[in-house]
């Protein structure tokens, strides 16, 4: 995809009443435009008070008018903003003038787009901008900071390098083929190779992280009428380690709640409604049920410990299948003579505890922490998506097979080191399809 030639305008902070907001032009136009709107050219990086005027010179408002030139701008074109009051009909009315001016308005994302295609930040980077600014926890938003810092972007280029070189060796190898690789340079490019697989698998792990802190783990809960879903929900949320988000719904929604447990992001969705429909409303509750089931991380089977953990699976599986994310709770463990423990049902893990007193629920806190990968070291990590992880595991794959092929048939591991850097390119974005860039910046919002 080639860099635009027009030039765009939006609003950049969000819309609504506001001590300021902040319009943002960029392109070739946006100096000349810019002018038109002020009176006279604005000063490179400086910040002015001026007036904004409309096309036909009536006054629209007073504010501040900083002037980026390109290319030391975020999208690497001319950039100019405005600073006015923030409110609907202040923001309309300006953003009207600068349409009529000639610029167009921007599409979500399309700031960023530009400063990618100008080589102001690669894709990874550009992901972060926008992993910053929806981060849920300040865990989430320096691990994003880090990322956009170009920290993930370095350790992916770093292989790249190295996977360079390993190349290069080997093709080398491959136009001599008389001077066969003697067994010594076949060593050697198996200890870098080996070297270069665990600095990758490093990098999955570390990027494993990220993605558990932007993404979080998605629990629900489900199970028979009284088992103790809610009591067990507010449990966990009044849990010590718990901060608790609240996020509004419909009546017809899962009740949900986002917790960051000891910085493990999780949310938690009781699907009370996930029964028999009686009417309209009920069975629109019990379809966003089976749609957070799907989306689920992991399924908390809550029952009555008395019921028994026999009775609890079966009546799992009947109404799930026999979904591998099962988890079961036996609750009320207050009411038998049993301590709490996590245990080993039929392959299945089943937590005894009690949502009343709280016992064992530190087993369960484990337990979700084990199952979403997380070290609790968010120390150091980087923001990382489900693309970047997919990327770096098939990257990964390749190398193995490189690995195994390059003695017997090098030609066949030539091609396997080739395929794995190209899947590590994925990563910053060096070979990206415009369908992928168009679904990536999509999901941005208009003036980022
Ligand atoms: P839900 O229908 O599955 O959401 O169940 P609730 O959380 O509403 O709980 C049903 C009943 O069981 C309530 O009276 C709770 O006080 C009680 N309950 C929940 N958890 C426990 C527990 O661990 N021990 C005891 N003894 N009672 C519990």
């Not at 093709?171 to 080996?194: I, K, M, S, V, Y």
């Not at 409604?273 to 089977?301: F, I, N, P, Q, S």
């Amino acid at each position: 995809m080639d860099p635009p030639r027009d030039t765009i305008a939006a609003l950049a902070t969000p819309p609504g009443r506001a001590a300021v907001a902040v319009v943002r032009l960029s392109g070739p136009d946006a100096t000349a435009i810019a002018e038109r709107v002020i009176g006279r050219r604005p000063r490179p990086r400086r910040a002015e008070l001026c007036r904004f005027a409309a096309a036909d010179g009536t006054p629209i408002d007073r504010g501040l008018v900083i002037a980026f030139p390109a290319p030391a701008s975020y999208t690497g074109e001319d950039v100019v903003e405005l600073h006015c009051h923030g409110g609907a009909v202040v923001t309309d009315w300006l953003l009207e003038t600068l349409h009529a001016l000639g610029a167009r308005p921007a599409q979500p994302g399309e700031f960023t787009l530009r400063a990618f295609l100008n080589d102001k930040l690669d894709l990874a980077q550009a992901e972060a901008v926008a992993d910053l600014i929806e981060s849920g926890s300040r865990a989430a938003a320096r691990a994003a900071l880090r990322s956009l810092d170009g920290r993930f972007s370095a350790a992916v280029d770093g292989i790249q390098a190295e996977l360079t070189a390993v190349r290069m060796h080997v093709e080398a190898c491959l136009d001599f083929p008389e001077e066969e690789l003697a067994t010594e340079a076949a060593e050697a490019l198996e200890q870098r190779l080996g070297a270069l697989l665990e600095r990758l698998d490093g990098l999955r792990a570390q990027a494993a992280q990220g993605r558990v802190l932007r993404d979080g783990l998605c629990a629900v809960l489900a199970g028979p009428p009284n088992a103790g879903k809610s009591s067990l929900m507010n449990r966990l949320a009044g849990y010590e380690a718990a901060i608790v988000t609240h996020v509004p719904g419909t009546t017809r929604d899962p009740l949900r709640e986002q917790l960051s447990l000891e910085g493990l992001p999780v949310t938690l969705v009781d699907t009370a409604g996930l029964r028999e429909a009686h009417d309209l409303v009920e069975a629109e509750g019990v379809k966003r049920a089976r749609r957070e089931l799907e989306r689920a991380d992991l399924v908390l089977w809550v029952t009555d410990v008395r019921e028994g953990a026999e009775c609890a699976a079966h009546a799992a599986r009947a109404s799930l299948g026999d979904d591998p994310r099962i988890t079961l709770v036996l609750n009320k463990a207050d009411l038998v003579a049993e301590p709490a423990a996590l245990l080993d049902h039929d392959g299945r893990p089943a937590i005894r505890l009690s949502a009343l007193t709280g016992d064992g629920l530190e087993l369960l806190v484990r337990h979700l922490q084990a199952v979403a990968g997380w070290s609790g070291d968010a120390a150091g990590t980087f923001s990382a998506r489900r693309r970047h992880l997919d990327a770096l595991e098939r990257a990964a794959a390749h190398l193995r097979v490189a690995a195994e092929e390059l003695a017997r048939a090098p030609e066949l591991g030539a091609e396997e080191l080739r395929a794995a850097q190209t899947a590590l390119s994925e990563v910053t974005g060096a070979y990206t399809s415009d369908d992928l860039l168009g679904e990536i910046f999509s999901r941005f919002c208009i003036g980022k």
